[in-house]
């Protein structure tokens, strides 16, 4: 088995990354900038921040890891929409591209986001071969960028690039600030908690399947980019409902109290064909059992609620 | 006057857009690699590898400039169109651009290149509002995706960003090994030289007159993309005529010796409505004129012709 290189590896689809990849028996080695990573079998933590070009450049020269997972990028909730640290974060990720492929590296996937179609006029779900790109964000012009110029550089140094394009992901571990997690826990809680309308229309996948996608693409030999995703439509409206009927507390939820968020479309949905079809990628999740097994994840924390940060 | 920062001030179009800056009376700080840059009235040297992110922080901090032109890049000859560095240079001018906004940065211009256009479908001049982009080197796709992500991220900032889409340029100081200047260096020198079928047509632009819109661009308030370009197209066969006629010796020249190189559109023109209407820049060169001058300065440098390195 081939060494991989994972960054990010302590985030939120970094940890059930290294999951699968270690379940599947290879050898890992993993960056993280945390002092405290889990301890999982058959990875191997380099401390390390990606800013520090010298220290990366010469970890990659000495571990000359055949394959990449670039996961780490800025995530700070509602912030990383338009936060300037994208933009240092096209050239960390560029940094590291070179140096993987100056040291022999053969096959490198990165994280996309839907952020990069142009979301002003979506007709149906979101294709990679026919639908426009056009980021309104930030966030969503840095991806598009580096994809275009490590594409382009991937594919002149005859190495194997992919571009996995996340939609919206829940699961263990999630920003207690993001939806999913702060409904459960404010149920949990028994404290109230102000919604949107609900009415959008979003494609959420569980965190592992996302995890098991990305593996999978690695694993694969399709380039370019796919989107991850579960195919399935659900309204964030249905998505409370069905935490409700979960926990319990619908008198707690206020829906319509926050307003909508300018820019964000009606309707968001993948076009998965290129998973299912080339990846060879299906979902173990439904979207009931993941959201139930999600609430027991944060049941089972028993942490005490705190104030949103 | 505002403070400007320069880098790539030592470089074929460098050295005018500085002479320009100077001319108009501004105070300039240039960044350059060189050890021994030329002297001129009023600019400040400072000697820097951009690669240094550490040296490059604190030299911005410190000029804390208004306003940047961001013309160094790899340009290697024949190298730089698939030069893993221009995947660098992207995250050289990523971080670069953030120094600047950071430390107050209010305008800032860059170069691009008419490789970012579809070279593919050309049908008649390239215009920046309807030609569409798909770059097909890496160097093309290097510069798209900078101007993508910078873009992005300077709107955000309240930044205005200018991007100045370079065409074919001539004049003194060119790589010796390009076009023109091995041209008239073999007619000089009385030596043969082959060259293509020559029946390509191009927008040729004296370097002088580049450098001048450069200036107007930065000089103006226009943002996004503008062709820098004569307006003006020529066959190479005819340009090759006129360097025949200037300096004699149409037996030296073998005029379709040499292959044609893949991917070479037969037109490639420059819509300039843009730089003319909205950025207000005239040429002032003719092609007559300015490859008259041309060869002069190459006469004037009395140099043994060396073997092409």
């Given at each position: 088995m081939t060494r991989v290189l994972v960054t990010g590896g302590g985030g939120f689809i970094g940890l059930p990354v290294l999951e699968r990849l270690v379940g599947e028996g290879r050898e890992v080695d993993a960056l993280t900038t945390r002092?405290?990573?889990?301890?999982?079998?058959?990875?191997r933590w380099h401390q390390l921040d990606l800013a520090d070009d010298a220290a990366l450049e010469q970890l990659i020269a000495?571990?000359?890891?055949?394959?990449?997972?670039h996961l780490a990028w800025c995530t700070d909730h509602g912030h990383f929409w338009h936060a300037p640290e994208n933009v240092l974060w096209v050239q960390r990720s560029l940094r590291l591209l070179h140096a993987f492929v100056r040291s022999g590296g053969r096959r490198a996937v990165m994280l996309g986001t839907?952020?990069?179609?142009?979301?002003?006029?979506?007709?149906?779900?979101?294709?990679?071969?026919?639908s426009e790109l056009a980021p309104a964000t930030l966030y969503?012009?840095?991806?598009?960028?580096?994809r275009r110029v490590a594409d382009a550089y991937a594919r002149q140094e005859g190495v194997e690039f992919a571009w996995a394009r996340l939609f919206f992901l829940y699961g263990p571990r999630e920003d207690p600030r993001r939806l999913v997690p702060s409904?459960?826990?404010?149920?949990l809680a028994e404290q109230p908690i102000a919604t949107g309308s609900g009415e959008q229309l979003r494609d959420f996948m569980h965190v592992d399947d996302a995890?098991?996608?990305?593996?999978?693409?690695?694993?694969?030999?399709?380039v370019g980019a796919v989107n991850i995703a579960s195919g399935a439509g659900v309204t964030v409206g249905e998505l409370l409902d069905r935490l409700l009927q979960l926990l319990g507390g619908p008198e707690l939820v206020h829906r319509g109290a926050l307003p909508e968020r300018p820019g964000e479309p009606r309707l968001l949905l993948a076009d998965v064909a290129r998973l299912r079809d080339e990846v060879g990628f299906h979902p173990r999740w439904t979207l009931a059992d993941g959201l139930a097994a999600t609430a027991k994840w944060w049941e089972a924390q028993q942490a005490p609620v705190s104030p949103v940060r």
């Open positions: 002092s405290d990573p889990p301890e999982l079998l058959g990875v000495t571990l000359a890891p055949q394959r990449l997972v839907c952020a990069e179609y142009d979301w002003s006029s979506l007709g149906g779900a979101l294709s990679e071969a026919t969503g012009a840095a991806k598009d960028a580096l409904v459960i826990r404010a149920l995890a098991g996608a990305v593996v999978a693409l690695l694993d694969s030999s399709v």
